[in-house]
């Protein structure tokens, strides 16, 4: 099985930046991809960014493109997201997930994607 565990949220004001982590462990040679969603209170949760575990390919939604980047760090199961200029309509809960399936570059869904971490809240104040 796959462990994956997120950190690096917290409470910011609008204009600053914030990098989550995901740290993946257990079995992990079967991972195609990583991703990153969010949920905010009373919303479904939606696709922010997912990467190829091979070649490093990402998605972006649209609307998030300019401010935040994925990356990854295979050596050591860590996947990344760093997020700039943040503004209250980001706040939400974060997940990390790890898929062992066909990856979909440019429409992942969070169906594909089998382990979940906890979660780590990102706030942004204004």
């Known amino acids: 099985q796959v462990q994956v565990v997120e950190s690096g949220g917290g409470l910011v004001q609008a204009g600053e930046s914030l990098r989550l982590s995901c740290l993946m462990s257990?079995?992990?040679?079967?991972?195609?991809?990583m991703g990153w969603f969010r949920q905010a209170p009373g919303k479904e949760r939606e696709v922010v960014s997912c990467?190829?575990?091979?070649?490093?390919?990402?998605y972006y939604d649209d609307s998030l493109k300019g401010r935040f980047t994925i990356s990854k760090d295979n050596a050591k199961n860590t996947l990344y997201l760093q997020m700039n200029d943040l503004k209250p309509e980001d706040t939400a809960m974060y997940y990390c997930?790890?898929?062992?399936?066909?990856?979909?570059?440019?429409?992942?869904?969070?169906?594909?994607?089998?382990?979940w971490g906890q979660g780590t809240q990102v706030t942004v104040s204004s």
């Open positions: 990467i190829a575990w091979s070649d490093g390919q990402a």
């Open positions: 997930a790890a898929s062992t399936n066909f990856f979909r570059p440019f429409g992942p869904r969070p169906s594909d994607f089998g382990y």
């Open positions: 257990g079995v992990t040679n079967r991972i195609t991809a």
